[in-house]
């Protein structure tokens, strides 16, 4: 009879109800004196006994599987499988970025000196299956063939605007920005990719549950797709960072806030970050909602070790008030406008080399 | 008086046997056939038998480990939860509490043995009290003039660990890392190695994996035999908040079991030994609750783990009692963590992953349906048993064969071979590591992670 079949826990079943019924009937036959009589007792009970621990054994295995025959239960089962490879037909790979445009850059007044060059991308996200339109700037002296040299670190600037028809304009104008500030030497080099904050519905860089996984693609697509195509630092190095526009500075907060592991540093405009912008996609769970909410995330969850700058002070001024080491929030003060690039590449430049240099 | 301990064992055989005694003792006083008499008998039954059910069930929890300590068991641990919020996480992600634990290849024990023979077999909790740590003997990597034990260059060590999550503020105590002999030799002084993350099975104690899937001592043998190249070992516990059943998951507004293992573990484990980075660097092993979790874990985080086993697993959670709500209410975030619904709907992650079981197990079906889905870039592979349960016999057959392909995806420790022995060795001393590599990074790059 199988150690898994319905025979087995029947019998036992059976054997331990007639046993129960048989030794409460049979109970003043065996209350006599004597050392016979003790034993029968003993005998009677233990016997009993066993028998409803087999029955419970035999019904807990059948039903979580775990010893599958008599020879499993007693060790007997011996050697190993094969291990089967599965057969798959070639895949055909999709390049992870996809140049389809490209200019120089150079830097205004005389000269116009070549400082870098602006990419129009198309970067695929394999593991989200997410492919966003995008810029990239690579710094003047830029080459992708000198392994040897240091890897770059990144900035990845979330902005409405890198998805709509001013497009090129504001890429042109933002790496303009970043070669000025390098050329004259307060910002070390760096790659800066520019990407739309809006991936269908979602515009806060969140996974829509069972829907697009734009978080997914944000902190781990585009950091595995910089780093293999460009000379870019690996995402583990912490030699990240993300600079939002409006509607880009819940992405960079949020994505911050949830992959300090890649990114070291974030600046946004000053806000409450209490909801991703746009309708906000939470699959009906109070839950996820709450979570959406930066604020709530910043007095629920560990202090992640990352820098925030905010463009300006604001009325409210939660995160100022919130964040605690390892966390330091900061702000460029009220002159700064909505959109202060040039000072915001320098302070991420700063984070950035600094986080460097204390790996040594 | 701890659940495991063995005088609580002890205690409850002595109480099943005195309720026998108790219940032949009073025997001949309702030996009556009336109403009352038959109603004590009927009683006393009960109470023998019950005692002897706590009796069975003790004993089969002391041995099989499913429960550690009566918080785990009854919940309301303090030591287990992510109450460090607003505040900075603890600044060393890795503290050791125990070490010198073993085990000596070739011993034919799977317990492990200690160095010097005076601590075997005691259980862990033994260790944390009665033995303190050498800790720059292990992390800073070794120094050859003293403090090390010869028995770590010829053996390896296993160290208990807590494991405190930077990221998600959970910590998780009483893990094992097994760190190979090699870790100690000179010629592997500057060598990353790469991690295989063990995950055990839900309820469970991470001390199972040393002790009944022995696998410091399987690997140990294996890279002995020459079968398998060294690799480090994090053994933990795939429950992080015992009682609670989290199933590896990001609970939406609760603990972030998900990210813990797949953020932070890589993290305390870099900052802490010298292994890899990343991709194929690291690979993710379990059995049952923690085969699931493997599979999930490098499906979703597929440039962190390049390769999975999944022993006896299974594809997709069944919430239950047990689990209370994983999914903040959203079938949609349900869907997301149910591994059959990512293959059909969301693109194939670049992984491998390696599913076993048995014919005999209920998980066989379901098995085979996720080998089924699984399409490029993703790799499926499978290993069948004839014959064989959900229990540690099976699992540690499967584990020798599962540790040979979980090596050939590995990238292995490179041991600094000086330029003439390389051909004695009889085989390349300096295999690329990009050969076996997923992206462009440098992994062999000094310190990769930045310490702050």
Not at chain 2, 125 to 131: D, S
Not at chain 2, 157 to 162: A, G, M, R, S, Y
Not at chain 2, 213 to 221: D, I, K, Q, V
Request: proline letters at 7%; hydrophobic letters at 45%; glycine letters at 12%.
């Amino acid at each position: 009879m199988g150690l898994t079949s319905r025979g087995l826990v029947a019998v036992l079943a059976v054997g331990a109800a007639g046993l129960l019924a048989g030794v409460l009937w049979l109970w003043p036959k065996l209350a006599g004196r004597g050392i016979r009589m003790i034993l029968a007792r003993i005998a009677a009970l233990a016997v009993l006994e066993l028998t409803v621990l087999g029955l419970i054994f035999a019904v807990v295995n059948r039903s979580a599987d775990f010893y599958s025959s008599w020879s499993d239960l007693f060790g007997a089962d011996t050697g190993s499988g094969a291990i089967i490879a599965g057969q798959y037909s070639a895949s055909q790979a999709i390049a992870p970025v996809a140049v389809t445009g490209s200019s120089a850059v150079r830097l205004p007044g005389r000269g116009k000196a070549r400082a870098g060059t602006l990419q129009t991308v198309r970067i695929h996200g394999q593991l989200s299956g997410l492919t966003m339109p995008g810029y990239i700037y690579l710094p003047a002296g830029y080459s992708a063939a000198r392994r040897a040299a240091r890897p770059l670190p990144v900035v990845a600037v979330i902005s409405d605007q890198a998805g709509r028809r001013a497009a090129p304009d504001s890429a042109r104008r933002l790496s303009a920005t970043a070669a000025v500030q390098m050329a004259a030497g307060r910002l070390g080099p760096m790659i800066v990719v520019m990407l739309p904050s809006r991936s269908g519905q979602d515009q806060g860089c969140l996974n829509v549950p069972g829907g697009a996984q734009a978080a997914t693609f944000f902190a781990q697509d585009l950091p595995h797709a910089i780093g293999s195509v460009y000379r870019a630092a690996s995402p583990f190095t912490r030699r990240w960072a993300l600079l939002g526009d409006s509607s880009g500075g819940y992405c960079a907060l949020q994505l911050a806030l949830t992959s300090s592991g890649t990114f070291a540093a974030a600046a946004l405009p000053p806000g409450t970050y209490s909801a991703p912008p746009g309708s906000g996609e939470f699959g009906g769970s109070p839950q996820l909602r709450r979570q959406d909410n930066l604020a709530w995330l910043l007095r629920h969850r560990p202090m992640q070790p990352i820098s925030v700058l905010l463009f300006a002070r604001g009325r409210a001024q939660p995160l100022l008030s919130l964040a605690r080491p390892p966390m330091y929030a900061t702000s460029l003060g009220p002159a700064a406008g909505p959109w202060p690039l040039a000072a915001a590449l320098d302070w991420i430049g700063t984070r950035l080399s600094r986080s460097g240099l204390a790996k040594g | 008086m701890g659940l495991t301990n063995r005088s609580f064992v002890e205690l409850t055989i002595v109480a099943a046997v005195c309720g026998l005694a108790c219940t032949v003792w009073l025997w001949p006083r309702v030996a009556s056939q009336r109403v009352a008499s038959i109603a004590v008998r009927l009683g006393l039954i009960a109470a023998s038998q019950a005692l002897a059910v706590i009796a069975l069930l003790a004993a089969v929890n002391g041995y099989f480990m499913f429960y550690g300590s009566w918080s785990a068991l009854l919940g309301g641990g303090t030591a287990q939860s992510a109450a460090t919020a607003g505040t900075a996480a603890s600044p060393r992600p890795i503290t050791i509490t125990a070490t010198d634990l073993g085990p000596v290849p070739g011993s034919g024990s799977v317990l492990p043995e200690s160095a010097n023979g005076k601590l075997a077999a005691k259980p862990p909790h033994y260790y944390a009290k009665h033995h303190t740590v050498a800790k720059h003997a292990v992390v800073g990597g070794p120094s050859l003039k003293g403090g090390l034990s010869r028995a770590a260059r010829s053996a390896g060590e296993l160290l208990q660990v807590t494991i405190s999550g930077e990221h998600t503020g959970i910590t998780s105590g009483r893990n094992f890392v097994y760190l190979p002999p090699q870790y100690f030799q000179p010629a592997y002084a500057r060598a990353r190695f790469p991690v295989v993350l063990a995950l055990t099975g839900y309820p469970n104690e991470a001390w199972s994996l040393v002790k009944f899937l022995a696998l410091p001592a399987t690997a140990a043998g294996l890279v002995a035999d020459g079968k398998i190249r060294p690799a480090v070992y994090v053994m933990m516990n795939s429950s992080v908040a015992l009682p609670r059943d989290t199933e590896c998951t990001d609970i939406p507004a609760g603990l972030q079991v998900e990210s813990f293992f797949a953020q932070d573990v890589p993290l305390a484990l870099e900052r802490t030994f010298r292994v890899q980075p990343s991709g194929s660097g690291w690979a993710v092993l379990g059995y049952s609750a923690g085969g699931y979790c493997a599979a999930k874990l490098a499906m979703m985080y597929p440039y962190q783990f390049s390769a999975a086993v999944s022993m006896s697993g299974y594809y997709n959670t069944i919430t239950g009692s047990g689990t209370g709500s994983l999914y903040g209410g959203s079938s949609g975030y349900r869907n997301e963590n149910n591994l059959y619904w990512r293959l059909r709907r969301l693109p194939a992650p670049p992984v491998s992953i390696l599913a076993t079981s048995t014919r005999g197990e209920g998980a066989y079906p379901g098995t085979l349906a996720f080998l089924r889905l699984i399409h490029p870039p993703m790799r499926g592979y499978s290993m069948v048993l004839a014959q064989g349960g959900h229990n540690y016999g099976t699992w540690h057959r499967e584990l020798p064969p599962g540790l040979e392909w979980l090596s050939r995806r590995l990238a292995p420790a490179r041991p600094h071979v000086a330029p003439g022995r390389a051909a004695a060795l009889g085989r390349p001393a300096d295999r690329s590591l990009a050969a076996g590599g997923m992206g462009g990074y440098q992994m062999a790059a000094p310190v990769a992670r930045s310490k702050r």
